[in-house]
């Protein structure tokens, strides 16, 4: 699909930057144990991989928020590993 959309794009990206956006595919869960099928090794894939999980994160709190009156505490969440006052 990336060589295809390469091609489509009309634009003349070099064989350096393809390899990393594949590398960034294949790399942004970080870790083997989150489901990536290689560890996190470039630059690019380490910062890609901070971004989702900021974004993960802040999209947990919204659900969290969504279920939590405000000016309390909300039950504890295993995946942020802690209760957020709100």
């Given at each position: 699909?990336?060589?295809?959309?390469?091609?489509n794009a009309g634009v003349p990206f070099n064989e350096d930057f393809i390899r990393r956006i594949k590398g960034?595919?294949?790399?942004?869960?970080g870790k083997l144990e989150y489901g990536s099928?290689?560890?996190?090794?470039?630059?690019?894939s380490i910062i890609l991989n901070y971004a989702d999980t900021v974004d993960a994160t802040m999209n947990k709190i919204e659900q969290i928020?969504?279920?939590?009156?405000d000016n309390t505490w909300s039950q504890y969440d295993k995946r942020i590993e802690t209760k957020l006052y709100l």
């Open positions: 699909m990336i060589d295809r959309a390469v091609m960034c595919i294949v790399q942004h869960h099928p290689k560890k996190a090794n470039m630059e690019e928020r969504e279920n939590t009156r």
